[in-house]
């Protein structure tokens, strides 16, 4: 009978880190928004700023203003920018990238950059 315990626990063990790993792949695999933002973003958007167009900041009531409450909205403008705006195709964005971006851009800067 104590020995059925230790395999059960044993087995109980052993799901329970293949679990984990499934969930850390999941994770690593996810694109991450703010690297992503750094990269194709920030050098005209550094610090959630605009130094194109100062009026389109990517600052809660800025956003709000211009009608960018909700990821999508990121998404659209990525995809087809106003003036001075570098567009992201799929090719050169995966919309799997386009929305960690967005997702990034509304969930943190946002809510930071005032």
Same mark, same amino acid.
């Given at each position: 009978?104590?020995?059925?315990?230790?395999?059960?626990? #044993?087995? @109980?063990?052993?799901?329970?880190?293949?679990?984990?790993?499934?969930? /850390?792949?999941?994770?690593?695999?996810?694109?991450?928004?703010?690297?992503?933002?750094?990269?194709? *973003? @920030?050098? *005209? =958007?550094?610090?959630?700023?605009? +130094? +194109?167009?100062?009026?389109?900041?990517? $600052? #809660?009531? &800025?956003?709000? /203003?211009?009608?960018?409450?909700?990821?999508? =909205?990121?998404? $659209?403008? %990525?995809?087809?920018?106003?003036?001075?705006? %570098?567009?992201? &195709?799929? $090719?050169?964005?995966?919309?799997? &990238? /386009? $929305?960690?971006?967005?997702?990034?851009?509304?969930?943190?800067?946002?809510?930071? @950059?005032?």
């Amino acid at each position: 009978m104590k020995r059925l315990g230790m395999l059960l626990a #044993a087995v @109980a063990i052993t799901l329970s880190l293949g679990a984990y790993s499934v969930a /850390a792949a999941a994770d690593a695999a996810a694109p991450n928004g703010q690297a992503l933002f750094e990269t194709y *973003c @920030a050098s *005209c =958007h550094r610090g959630g700023g605009n +130094i +194109i167009n100062p009026k389109k900041t990517l $600052k #809660a009531s &800025d956003m709000k /203003a211009n009608g960018v409450t909700e990821p999508k =909205h990121v998404v $659209k403008l %990525i995809r087809k920018p106003g003036p001075g705006m %570098i567009p992201y &195709d799929e $090719k050169t964005l995966s919309n799997k &990238d /386009a $929305k960690a971006i967005a997702e990034y851009v509304i969930n943190t800067l946002g809510r930071t @950059a005032r």
